[in-house]
């Protein structure tokens, strides 16, 4: 899948940096940069090489907090994402929340949260995945995807099974996820928005569950 990402710089009223990142097939040009000048109906553009490796994933930090509420604000365009971010960090119900950056600045944040799941009575070691957000303008490049990805892949190693989310039918099942798995669970949600996943084998086998969302849900 392509990642690449676009930054416009103003430089007077003639000139422009557009800076844009290309992952490409083994062997081939990994990324570009392109500096342009625009005088009148006239444009220059020159190609440079960029080292690889410069989208990269790592959990928060405690100085990222801001620009991460300020990316849930921006990505869905109003406050309850971000909102709902700082309050399970205050409930202290995160299990993973992991950053992607370009040059060291963060431009997508996803959240895996303690959730409360019961199957045939016994209690399952579940995430929720909420949310998942990218700056506006970095999005549609793979940098939501690849930190959904980084985030599972992650999880096993912090004893997590099986992981819940509410959301597209046509997206999330490109990563494993299955509205039929969570037909067992009682939900208030639609049937094929409401998926799961397991991630340990038979993580989900029984009859019958409940999912208990945390308050800052407001579900």
């Known amino acids: ?42 444009a220059s553009v020159r ?26 604000q921006a990505a869905f365009d109003g406050a309850f994402e971000a909102e709902l971010v700082d309050q399970l960090r205050e409930d202290g119900l995160f299990l993973l929340s992991l950053v992607a950056t370009i040059d060291g600045a963060v431009t997508g944040h996803v959240l895996f949260s303690r959730l409360g799941v019961i199957l045939d009575g016994r209690a399952v070691a579940a995430a929720a995945l909420a949310p998942v957000a990218v700056l506006p303008e970095f999005q549609r490049r793979g940098i939501g995807s690849r930190l959904i990805e980084e985030g599972l892949a992650a999880l096993p190693a912090r004893g997590i099974t099986a992981v819940f989310v509410l959301g597209h039918e046509d997206y999330y099942p490109r990563f494993g996820f299955s509205p039929e798995l969570a037909r067992r669970f009682e939900s208030p949600f639609p049937v094929d928005a409401f998926m799961a996943l397991e991630l340990v084998p038979r993580a989900l086998d029984g009859k019958s569950g409940q999912v208990t969302y945390p308050p800052a849900f407001g579900i």
């Open 1 to 42: 899948m392509s990642i690449w990402y676009a930054e416009f710089q103003q430089r007077a009223a003639t000139s422009f940096t557009l800076f844009c990142a290309i992952r490409a097939p083994p062997g081939q040009r990994q990324y570009a940069v392109y500096h342009g000048c625009c005088e009148g109906k006239r």
């Open 47 to 72: 190609l440079f090489a960029l080292p690889r490796g410069m989208i990269e994933f790592r959990p928060e930090a405690p100085e990222d907090r801001a620009v991460i509420h300020a990316i849930n």
